[in-house]
C-alpha cells in the first residue's frame, strides 16, 4: 500500500500517522510538501513550489482561492515530474497543497481528504471570532469573504471519495448535505514525542531543590503555569492571558509565566487595528504588567515543550470557537493540570472538575480566581491532570486513533472512484 500525503508543511497533522504505517511491512508513504526534499526514516519527501500566487489586483475575496489554486498547481507540477510516485491512496489538507489536480495525474486513485474548518459569515459565534469584543470593527468585506473562502474546501469535499475532521465541533460547522461524508477522527497524540524511552518527565509532588526549565531556574516553591500559542494573537485570547495573569501574579506573587510561542498573528486580522504593533506589543501597552513574572521562550522543540507541560502547576489554554490546538491536547498528554476557556472545542475535551477546569472566555476574574485556587495546592488537583492524561491515552493518543484512519483508507478504497458529478 502506497499512500501519498499533501500537506504545505511537514509533519503537519499526517507526519506521525505516515511514519507509523511506513514501518509497516508492505506500506509505502511519500509526503508532498512545501518543505526541503529528503528523507525522514521511511518516509520520501517531495518538495513543491509556487510559480504565482494571489495579488492586490485579485479581489479581496477571492484572494484565499487564488492561492490555493496555486498549491494545485505545485503539488501537480512536482509529482508530474516524479513519474515513479504510483499511489494507492492520496491523503490531503484540503486547500493547503490541495489534491484537487490529482485526479488527473492519478485518474484511478482515491482522495481522502482532511477538513479543518468551514467558514461562516454569520452566526452565534461569529462575534467572538472576529473579538468585537475589542471594540474592533469588523469591515463588511471581511463577512463576504467568508463565503468565498470555502470554495477550495468544497471543491475537495466534492473531489474527495471521503473526508475527516477532528472534532465533533469542527464537523458542525460543515454543510449537512456534506456530512455523511465525513468522519471524527482526531490527528492522534503520539506520546513518544513526550515519555520516550520510558522516561518519567513529570516530577514527583514536592520534588525539591531547583528545577531548570527551559533554561530557567525556577526555585521548588514557585509555582509555574503555562501558555502556548503558535502566535500571540487575540483568537487564542493572548490578552485575556495576560489580563488574567497579572491578576494571578497579584494574589499568589510566587509565580512564573512561560509563555511559548511567536510574537506573530497567525490568525485573525489583529495587525489592521494594532497601529504598527505586534498584538504582543499591543496589549503590554494596554496596561502594566510586571514582566519579571514572564519568560517568553519562543518556539521549543517538542522534547523542551514536553518538559515545561509535564513540570507545569497549570497550563492555561484559551481559543474562540475555532481549530483546536494541538498544545492543549499535548498538555493534557503530560497529564497537566489544564484551565480552558468554556468555548466549544475546549468543552468538547474538558468536564470542569473532571479532567481540567474551564471558565468563560472572557471573564478575567474567574479565570484568575480558579487558577490561584490550583497554585494553592496543586497535590489536590493533580488528579485532574491524570485524568486527561488517562483520556487522550483512551480516547486520542496515536494508538487509540490509527485504527479509525486505517478504515477510513480502507473503506476509501473499497469505494472506488468515480468522476465528481457523475452516479
Known amino acids: 500500500m502506497h499512500v501519498l500525503y499533501v500537506h504545505q508543511n511537514f509533519p503537519a497533522q499526517f507526519g506521525h500517522v505516515a511514519e507509523r504505517l511506513a514501518r509497516r511491512p508492505g506500506w509505502k508513504c511519500t509526503f508532498v510538501s512545501r518543505t526541503a526534499d529528503g528523507r525522514r526514516?521511511?518516509?520520501?519527501?517531495?518538495?513543491?513550489?509556487l510559480?504565482?500566487?494571489?495579488?492586490?489586483?485579485?479581489?479581496?475575496?477571492?484572494?484565499?482561492?487564488?492561492?490555493?489554486?496555486?498549491?494545485?498547481?505545485?503539488?501537480?507540477?512536482?509529482?508530474?515530474?516524479?513519474?515513479?510516485?504510483?499511489?494507492?491512496?492520496?491523503?490531503?489538507?484540503?486547500?493547503?497543497?490541495?489534491?484537487?489536480?490529482?485526479?488527473?495525474?492519478?485518474?484511478?486513485?482515491?482522495?481522502?481528504?482532511?477538513?479543518?474548518?468551514?467558514?461562516?459569515?454569520?452566526?452565534?459565534?461569529?462575534?467572538m471570532e472576529f473579538r468585537t469584543d475589542l471594540g474592533w470593527p469588523v469591515p463588511e468585506e471581511k463577512f463576504l469573504r467568508s463565503h468565498c473562502r470555502n470554495a477550495m474546501i468544497l471543491?475537495?469535499?466534492?473531489?474527495?471519495?471521503?473526508?475527516?475532521?477532528?472534532?465533533?465541533?469542527?464537523?458542525?460547522?460543515?454543510?449537512?448535505?456534506?456530512?455523511?461524508?465525513?468522519?471524527?477522527?482526531?490527528?492522534g497524540v503520539?506520546?513518544?514525542?513526550?515519555?520516550?524511552?520510558?522516561?518519567?518527565?513529570?516530577?514527583?509532588?514536592?520534588?525539591?531543590?531547583?528545577?531548570?526549565?527551559?533554561?530557567?531556574?525556577?526555585?521548588?516553591?514557585?509555582?509555574?503555569?503555562?501558555?502556548?500559542?503558535?502566535?500571540?494573537?487575540?483568537?487564542?485570547?493572548?490578552?485575556?492571558?495576560?489580563?488574567?495573569?497579572?491578576?494571578?501574579?497579584?494574589?499568589?506573587?510566587?509565580?512564573?509565566?512561560?509563555?511559548?510561542?511567536?510574537?506573530?498573528v497567525e490568525y485573525g486580522g489583529d495587525l489592521a487595528y494594532t497601529g504598527g504593533k505586534t498584538f504582543k506589543e499591543w496589549v503590554l501597552s494596554q496596561e502594566r504588567f510586571d514582566l519579571s513574572k514572564f519568560v517568553f521562550?519562543?518556539?521549543?522543540?517538542?522534547?523542551?515543550?514536553?518538559?515545561l507541560l509535564a513540570a507545569t502547576d497549570l497550563h492555561m489554554y484559551l481559543t474562540v470557537p475555532f481549530v483546536l490546538s494541538w498544545?492543549?491536547?499535548?498538555?493534557?498528554?503530560?497529564?497537566?493540570?489544564?484551565?480552558?476557556?468554556?468555548?466549544?472545542?475546549?468543552?468538547?475535551m474538558i468536564g470542569d472538575g473532571a479532567n481540567g477546569?474551564?471558565?468563560?472566555?472572557?471573564?478575567v476574574e474567574e479565570m484568575a480566581e480558579k487558577a490561584v485556587r490550583v497554585l494553592r495546592d496543586p497535590a489536590a488537583h493533580r488528579p485532574l491532570g491524570r485524568a486527561a492524561e488517562r483520556m487522550i491515552e483512551e480516547r486520542y493518543s496515536l494508538d487509540a486513533v490509527l485504527p479509525h484512519h486505517l478504515r477510513l483508507y480502507e473503506d476509501a478504497l473499497a469505494l472506488g472512484v468515480r468522476r465528481p458529478g457523475t452516479s
Not at 460543515?174 to 455523511?180: V, Y
Not at 515519555?195 to 525556577?218: C, D, N
Not at 521562550?297 to 518538559?307: A, N
Open 190 to 264: 503520539d506520546r513518544n514525542l513526550y515519555h520516550g524511552h520510558g522516561e518519567q518527565l513529570r516530577p514527583p509532588v514536592g520534588s525539591r531543590g531547583v528545577r531548570k526549565i527551559a533554561g530557567v531556574s525556577v526555585p521548588d516553591a514557585t509555582r509555574i503555569v503555562t501558555y502556548v500559542s503558535r502566535g500571540f494573537e487575540s483568537m487564542r485570547g493572548f490578552d485575556v492571558f495576560m489580563r488574567a495573569a497579572k491578576r494571578i501574579a497579584e494574589r499568589f506573587p510566587d509565580v512564573v509565566f512561560f509563555v511559548v510561542g511567536s510574537d506573530k
Open 357 to 363: 477546569l474551564l471558565a468563560n472566555f472572557f471573564d
Open 155 to 187: 471543491l475537495d469535499l466534492n473531489n474527495s471519495q471521503l473526508g475527516y475532521t477532528p472534532t465533533q465541533f469542527q464537523l458542525g460547522g460543515f454543510p449537512r448535505e456534506f456530512r455523511p461524508k465525513l468522519r471524527v477522527i482526531f490527528d
Open 41 to 49: 526514516e521511511e518516509i520520501e519527501r517531495i518538495p513543491y513550489r
Open 297 to 307: 521562550t519562543g518556539r521549543l522543540e517538542r522534547e523542551h515543550l514536553g518538559r
Open 51 to 127: 510559480r504565482g500566487g494571489a495579488t492586490s489586483q485579485n479581489h479581496f475575496c477571492s484572494r484565499s482561492f487564488e492561492n490555493a489554486v496555486w498549491h494545485c498547481d505545485g503539488v501537480y507540477e512536482a509529482l508530474k515530474a516524479r513519474p515513479d510516485v504510483r499511489p494507492d491512496l492520496i491523503v490531503a489538507h484540503s486547500a493547503f497543497g490541495s489534491s484537487l489536480f490529482l485526479r488527473e495525474r492519478y485518474p484511478g486513485v482515491p482522495v481522502v481528504n482532511f477538513f479543518e474548518y468551514f467558514y461562516r459569515p454569520h452566526g452565534p459565534d461569529t462575534d
Open 327 to 348: 498544545s492543549m491536547v499535548d498538555a493534557m498528554s503530560c497529564g497537566a493540570v489544564v484551565l480552558g476557556s468554556a468555548t466549544p472545542p475546549v468543552m468538547e
